[in-house]
């Protein structure tokens, strides 16, 4: 199971950090990412790290230079760090993993989502 926490309202400009809490052995694995939803039916790629000892990274050409996301496997926890925030970037934000070893950006590459944490970008 995964579970975001660190969403909220926050004005452009700023900084914001998510968290998703992962339980189970295996977590060090899984390629982990973070997607985002607007209204709407697409979710739409954000970030992704990579399995095993990989450690790729993979970012949308939205927030590259914007975020970044690392993970901690001893404490299975994985993070999107958000910065310099446009009012674009609100949405529900949610986590994810892949048995893919390779970071995807492909929403349904992810097989074990999280319930999503809101992100609201006030201009």
């Known amino acids: 199971q995964l579970a975001e926490s660190g969403g909220g309202l926050v004005q452009a400009g700023d900084s914001l950090r998510l968290s998703c809490s992962a339980s189970g052995r295996t977590f060090s694995i899984y390629t982990m990412g973070w997607l985002r939803q607007t209204p709407g039916p697409e979710r739409e790629f954000v970030a992704a790290?990579?399995?095993?000892?990989?450690?790729?990274?993979s970012f949308a050409d939205s927030v590259k230079g914007r975020f970044t996301i690392s993970r901690e496997n001893a404490k299975n926890t994985v993070s999107l760090q958000m910065n310099i925030l446009r009012p674009e970037d609100t949405a529900v934000y949610y986590c994810?993993?892949?048995?893919?070893?390779?970071?995807?950006?492909?929403?349904?590459?992810?097989?074990?989502w999280g319930q999503g944490t809101q992100v609201t970008v006030s201009s």
């Open positions: 994810a993993a892949s048995t893919g070893v390779r970071p995807s950006p492909i929403p349904h590459m992810y097989q074990l």
């Open positions: 790290l990579g399995g095993w000892s990989d450690g790729d990274t």
